[in-house]
T-cell receptor, first 113, second 116 residues
C-alpha cells in the first residue's frame, strides 16, 4: 500500500528565509508525486508534480522539489519565503496506473515578519 | 487553466435532512472526479471515485447509502449526504482529473457542511 509521511506538523520561518518541507513516501513502483498548498478554508492548489524525467521540478510561486528515489523523498523547497506563503502544505503520492492519491498529514507553515 | 468549482461553499442544515453538493469542471471535461473529506487540521481522506456514467467506487468504511454520488456528465458530479447527522459535519472537497489515469487532479474550493 502507498503511504506518505510528512514528519513536520508545524514549521515557523522568518520572511526571507529559506524553506524545506519534508516528504517521504512508500510505494512499490515509480510514484507520481505532488505538492499541494491549502490556504485556510480553501481547496488545494497544485504547486508542482513529478512523474518522470528530471528529478528537480520547478513549480509555481517559486517552489521546487527534488525527487530522490534512494531516500524515497520528495522535499519541497523555496529559497526565500514570503508572508503570503503561510498555509498548509500537503504532499501526495499516486500510482502510475490509477488515480487514487494518498495524502500526507500536512505541514502548517507559519511565516514571521 | 483547469478550474473546478463547488456549490455551495458552505451549508448549514438540520439533523435528518439531506444536502447536495455540486462539483463542476468549468473549462475541461473530467474523465474522473473524486470526493474527499477533510476533518479540522487533518489530511484529506478519499471517500469515493466517480466516472461519468458509471457507479462510484467507494473507499472502505464509507457508507454508500449515506454518501450518494452521481456523475451525470463529464463536467458535473454531485455528492448527496443523506439523513445528515452532526458527525457528518466536515469540509468536503472534490477534484477532477483531466485525462489519463495518474494525471493531475484539480481541486475545488471545498464545501463546509455543518449539521445542527
Amino acid at each position: 500500500a502507498q503511504s506518505v509521511t510528512q514528519p513536520d506538523i508545524h514549521i515557523t520561518v522568518s520572511e526571507g528565509a529559506s524553506l524545506e518541507l519534508r516528504c517521504n513516501y512508500s510505494y512499490g513502483a515509480t510514484p507520481y508525486l505532488f505538492w499541494y498548498v491549502q490556504s485556510p478554508g480553501q481547496g488545494l492548489q497544485l504547486l508542482l508534480k513529478y512523474f518522470s524525467g528530471d528529478t528537480l521540478v520547478q513549480g509555481i510561486k517559486g517552489f521546487e522539489a527534488e525527487f530522490k528515489r534512494s531516500q524515497s523523498s520528495f522535499n519541497l523547497r523555496k529559497p526565500s519565503v514570503h508572508w503570503s506563503d503561510a498555509a498548509e502544505y500537503f504532499c501526495a503520492v499516486g500510482p502510475g496506473t490509477a488515480s487514487k492519491l494518498t495524502f500526507g498529514t500536512g505541514t502548517r507553515l507559519q511565516v514571521t515578519l | 487553466g483547469a478550474v473546478v468549482s463547488q456549490h455551495p461553499s458552505w451549508v448549514i442544515c438540520k439533523s435528518g435532512t439531506s444536502v447536495k453538493i455540486e462539483c463542476r469542471s468549468l473549462d475541461f471535461q473530467a474523465t474522473t472526479m473524486f470526493w474527499y473529506r477533510q476533518f479540522p487540521k487533518q489530511s484529506l481522506m478519499l471517500m469515493a471515485t466517480s466516472n461519468e456514467g458509471s457507479k462510484a467506487t467507494y473507499e472502505q468504511g464509507v457508507e454508500k447509502d449515506k454518501f450518494l454520488i452521481n456523475h451525470a456528465s463529464l463536467t458535473l458530479s454531485t455528492l448527496t449526504v443523506t439523513s445528515a447527522h452532526p458527525e457528518d459535519s466536515s469540509f468536503y472537497i472534490c477534484s477532477a482529473q483531466k485525462g489519463l489515469a495518474g494525471d493531475t487532479q484539480y481541486f475545488g474550493p471545498g464545501t463546509r457542511l455543518t449539521v445542527l
